[in-house]
C-alpha cells in the first residue's frame, strides 16, 4: 500500500512538472469559491523515470499537495530566473525535464522585424494603433523580485546578474520595454571585454531614464545575448513612497500599459501588485502569477515550493511559450490590419506616381498646348454668338465703368506699344470730356443711339458694340485749344529755310499739322487699341463657360469631347490653365499690337503730308459700253461708219489730262486760300493769315479724324479674325516655360517623385512585416 500510494505521488509530479500558476476566476457549478488552476511547463519533453522508493506513509497532521487538473490550459508564460539561496527551500527535489532549446527564428523576432519596419512608417494612418496591439509582459511586484525575474530572463549567467541590477534599479522614471532576444553572442565572464562593453552599453542607454521627472513615452531597447529569453517586457517606475496617493504621470503609465487588453499582467509578489493586477483585470485573464504570487496560489499557504516551481528555468521557459502563443493567436488579426494597409498604400503610391507623371514638364506642357487649341475653337464659336452662356455679360455703362477701373490700375497695357499709363491717360481723356463715364455712356444712349446700349451682352454681341463705340470716340476727337492758341508762336517756328530753299506756306502748315494733331488723335488711337486688348481679353470667362456648358448641356452631343476633357485640364491644373490664359493673352497683345500699328501708319502719314490725304478723290469711269465701242471701232478703223481722225483722238487725250491736273492742282488740293499757294512764308503775314491757315487745318483735322475712325473699325475687326484664325494657335503652339518657371516646376515634379518613392518604400516595408509574420513559426 505505501508503495502503491509512492508511486501515484511520482506520477502525479511527473506530470505536473515545474511551471508558473496561471490565475483564472472561474465560478464552479454548486460552489462560490474561485478556483485556481496551475499550467505545465514541460517545455514539451517528458521526465526522466524515477525509481520506485519504498517511502513511509503521510503523517495525519500534513496535508497532501493538490495535483493539477487533467484539462489544463496552455502555458501562458516563461521567466529565465536562476534560483536564488534565499528563495530556495529544502524539499525533496523533483525530476528535471528536458527544457526545450531556444531559437532565433521564432515569432518573437518576426515581431522585432515586424515592429522596426513599421516604427520607420509610424506616421501612416493606423500603423500607430498596430502597434499598440503588439502584446508585452509588464513586470508587478518589488524591485528585489522584478531584478531577480529580470536576471532569469536574461539568462543564467552573472552578466544577467549585473545587467538586471541596472535595468531595475530604484532612480527610474520612465518606462523600460525591453525586446529580448536568444542569439549566439556567448558574453562569457563579466570581465571579460565583450561583456563590459555590453554592460556598457546597457548602462549608457538606459542613463536617460534616471531622474527626477516622469516621463510617459517608454524608453525601448533590444537586448540579446545566449540563453536569453524570447519576450517583449516592460517595467514600470515606482511611485514615490512618501505619497498616499500615485501621481497623475504614474496612473497614465498603468492605464497605457496595464489597461492595454493585449499585454500580460506578470505579478510576482502577493499584496498591492496583485491587488493592481485585479484593478485592471477583474477576471485575472491575461494575469501571470510569478514567484511568492504563484507560490501562494498553488500551495494553498501550505508549505514552499520548489525554486524550480517558483522561478526556476522551466517556468521561464513556458513564460516564452505562452508569450508565443499569444503572438500567434493574434498574427491572423496582425495581418489582417497589414493587408489593409497594404491596399491603401498600393492605392496612395498608384496615385503618387500618377501625380508625379502629370505634374512633369513635358505632361504640362502637352496638356498646355492641347487644352490651347481647343481654347481657339471655342473663342470662334462664343464670337459668332451662342445661346446660353452669359458669363461677363454687361451692358454698356458697366463695360465701361470696368474697363476704366482696370485703366486706372495699369491692367490694359501690353508690351512696349502700349504701357498702362499711356492706357489710362487715354481712357481718362475721353471720359474727361463728358464728365466722366457715365456722361460718356449717356451720350452714346440718348446721342448717337448705340444698339445694345441697355442690354447685358458677351462674345460677339459685346464685340459688335464695342467697334461702334471706338468709332464714335475717334471721330469726337478736336485739337486742343492751348495748340490753337499759341497758333502763331507755332507758325513762325515752324518757318525758315530749308535744303530746298525758303519755307512756303504749304510746308509750314504741313509741319502745324503734326504738332496740333498728331498728339490728341494718338491718344484716341490708345484708348481704340486698349478698348479691343481689354474686351479680348474679357472673353476667356465666356469662352471657359461655353465649354463647361457641352459637358453639361445637350450641345455635348454635336460637339467634340476634348472641350470637356480640355477644360477639365484646366481646371485641374492651375498651371496648366495659366499658361493657357497668358498665351491667349499674348495672342491679343498680337493683335493689339498690329492694330496700333496700322493706325499709327495712316496718322503719321497724314500729318507729315496732308496734301495725299486732302488730294480730290479721282472718280473712274465705269461705263463699259462706250470703251467696248471705241475698241470696235479702232479694229474696223470706223467710228459709226465714218473713218477715225487720229487729231481728233489725240487732241481729247490732252483735255482730259489738262483738266485732271488742274483738278489735283486747285485751291481744294490743301484748302489754303489763293493768295497763299505758292508763296514762300513770312512771318509778317502770320498774323492776318492765321485764321485762313487755322480752318485748313481745322478741316484736315475732321477729314483725318474720319479716316481714323473708318480705318479703327476695319482694322479692329479684322483684328479678331486674325485673332480666333491664326494668332491664338501660333501663341498656343509657342507655349513655355520662362526658366524661373521651369526651375520651381522642376523641384516640384522632383519632391512629388520623392514622395512616390517614399511611399513606394514604406509600401515595401509593409509587404516585409507581411512576408515576416506569414513565414514565422
Request: contains cysteine.
Amino acid at each position: 500500500f505505501n508503495a502503491a500510494i509512492s508511486w501515484v505521488r511520482a506520477s502525479a509530479m511527473k506530470k505536473r512538472g515545474t511551471g508558473v500558476a496561471v490565475a483564472q476566476e472561474r465560478s464552479e457549478e454548486g460552489s462560490g469559491r474561485t478556483a485556481v488552476s496551475t499550467v505545465s511547463g514541460s517545455g514539451g519533453e517528458a521526465a526522466q523515470p524515477q525509481k520506485k522508493v519504498k517511502k513511509e506513509p503521510p503523517q495525519p497532521g500534513r496535508r497532501e499537495k493538490r495535483n493539477p487538473p487533467a484539462n489544463e490550459s496552455p502555458p501562458l508564460a516563461s521567466a529565465m530566473l536562476a534560483p536564488s539561496p534565499a528563495r530556495a527551500m529544502a524539499i525533496v527535489p523533483e525530476p528535471k525535464a528536458k527544457r526545450r532549446r531556444r531559437t532565433m527564428d521564432g515569432i518573437a523576432w518576426a515581431l522585432s522585424e515586424v515592429r522596426n519596419q513599421l516604427e520607420n512608417i509610424c506616421d501612416v494612418e493606423g500603423v500607430r494603433d498596430l502597434l499598440s496591439r503588439f502584446p508585452e509582459c509588464v513586470l508587478l511586484g518589488g524591485i528585489a523580485a522584478r531584478r531577480e525575474l529580470m536576471a532569469g530572463l536574461l539568462g543564467e549567467t552573472a552578466v544577467a546578474q549585473a545587467a538586471s541590477a541596472v535595468l531595475v534599479q530604484p532612480g527610474m522614471r520612465q518606462p523600460i520595454a525591453l525586446e529580448l532576444r536568444c542569439s549566439n553572442a556567448d558574453l562569457g565572464h563579466p570581465q571579460a571585454p565583450e561583456a563590459e562593453s555590453w554592460l556598457r552599453g546597457v548602462q549608457n542607454a538606459t542613463q536617460q531614464a534616471l531622474g527626477q521627472r516622469l516621463k510617459l513615452e517608454s524608453l525601448r531597447l533590444r537586448l540579446s545575448a545566449a540563453g536569453c529569453a524570447n519576450l517583449d517586457v516592460v517595467d514600470l517606475p515606482e511611485k514615490c513612497s512618501m505619497l498616499a496617493e500615485p501621481p497623475l504621470k504614474i496612473e497614465e503609465m498603468r492605464l497605457k500599459h496595464m489597461g492595454s487588453s493585449c499585454n500580460l499582467l506578470v505579478c510576482l509578489e502577493q499584496g498591492p501588485p496583485l491587488e493592481l493586477c485585479k484593478r485592471f483585470d477583474p477576471q485575472l485573464v491575461r494575469t501571470l502569477l510569478v514567484g511568492a504570487a504563484a507560490s501562494s496560489v498553488c500551495s494553498g499557504g501550505d508549505d514552499s515550493l520548489p525554486a524550480s516551481i517558483l522561478c526556476g528555468p522551466d517556468a521561464a521557459t513556458c513564460l516564452e511559450e505562452r508569450f508565443s502563443s499569444l503572438c500567434r493567436e493574434r498574427a491572423p488579426q496582425w495581418l489582417s490590419s497589414l493587408e489593409r494597409l497594404e491596399g491603401r498604400l498600393m492605392k496612395s503610391s498608384k496615385e503618387a506616381r500618377e501625380l508625379a507623371h502629370k505634374e512633369s514638364t513635358l505632361e504640362l506642357l502637352s496638356k498646355a498646348r492641347y487644352a490651347g487649341f481647343s481654347f481657339g475653337r471655342a473663342l470662334q464659336e462664343v464670337i459668332q454668338g451662342t445661346p446660353g452662356c452669359n458669363a461677363g455679360a454687361s451692358t454698356l455703362e458697366e463695360e465701361l465703368l470696368d474697363f476704366a477701373a482696370s485703366a486706372a490700375m495699369g491692367h490694359c497695357g501690353a508690351g512696349d506699344f502700349l504701357l498702362g499709363q499711356d492706357a489710362a491717360a487715354a481712357a481718362a481723356a475721353v471720359f474727361e470730356s463728358f464728365g466722366g463715364v457715365e456722361g460718356y455712356t449717356t451720350y452714346l444712349r440718348n446721342e448717337v443711339k448705340i444698339p445694345g446700349a441697355d442690354v447685358a451682352l458677351n462674345g460677339g454681341a459685346s464685340w459688335r458694340r464695342l467697334l461702334a463705340e471706338v468709332e464714335v470716340a475717334v471721330r469726337l476727337a478736336h485739337p486742343p485749344q492751348e495748340s490753337l492758341k499759341n497758333f502763331a508762336v507755332a507758325a513762325i517756328c515752324a518757318g525758315g529755310t530749308g535744303m530746298h530753299g525758303h519755307q512756303r506756306w504749304e510746308d509750314v502748315s504741313s509741319k502745324l499739322m503734326l504738332t496740333i494733331a498728331f498728339e490728341p488723335l494718338v491718344l484716341r488711337l490708345r484708348y481704340v487699341t486698349a478698348r479691343v486688348i481689354w474686351l479680348l481679353r474679357q472673353q476667356k470667362l465666356a469662352v471657359s463657360e461655353w465649354m463647361s456648358f457641352l459637358a453639361e448641356g445637350p450641345g455635348a452631343r454635336i460637339s467634340s469631347p476634348l472641350f470637356t476633357q480640355h477644360l477639365t485640364a484646366m481646371r485641374s491644373s492651375p498651371v496648366v490653365r495659366d499658361l493657357v490664359y497668358g498665351a491667349f493673352d499674348d495672342a491679343v497683345g498680337a493683335v493689339g499690337e498690329q492694330l496700333m500699328k496700322n493706325l499709327m501708319g495712316t496718322l503719321t502719314a497724314a500729318c507729315i503730308n496732308p496734301e495725299i490725304m486732302l488730294r480730290p478723290r479721282t472718280d473712274p469711269d465705269l461705263d463699259l459700253t462706250v470703251e467696248k465701242e471705241q475698241k470696235d471701232c479702232e479694229m474696223n478703223g470706223k467710228e459709226k461708219g465714218k473713218e477715225l481722225d487720229p487729231l481728233r483722238k489725240r487732241r481729247e487725250a490732252r483735255q482730259r489730262v489738262a483738266q485732271e491736273m488742274r483738278k489735283r492742282s486747285g485751291p481744294e488740293l490743301c484748302g489754303l486760300p489763293a493768295q497763299l499757294q505758292d508763296r514762300i512764308f513770312d512771318p509778317k503775314d502770320v498774323k492776318s493769315s492765321a485764321p485762313l491757315v487755322v480752318r485748313k487745318l481745322h478741316k484736315a483735322f475732321g477729314t483725318l479724324a474720319g479716316i481714323l475712325a473708318t480705318q479703327a473699325y476695319a482694322f479692329a475687326d479684322a483684328s479678331l479674325t486674325s485673332l480666333s484664325r491664326r494668332e491664338v494657335d501660333e501663341a498656343m503652339n509657342g507655349i513655355d516655360f520662362s526658366p524661373e518657371q521651369r526651375r520651381i516646376l522642376e523641384a516640384r515634379h522632383q519632391e512629388l517623385y520623392d514622395v512616390a518613392k517614399e511611399v513606394d518604400g514604406r509600401l515595401e516595408s509593409v509587404k516585409k512585416c507581411l512576408s515576416t509574420l506569414r513565414n514565422a513559426r
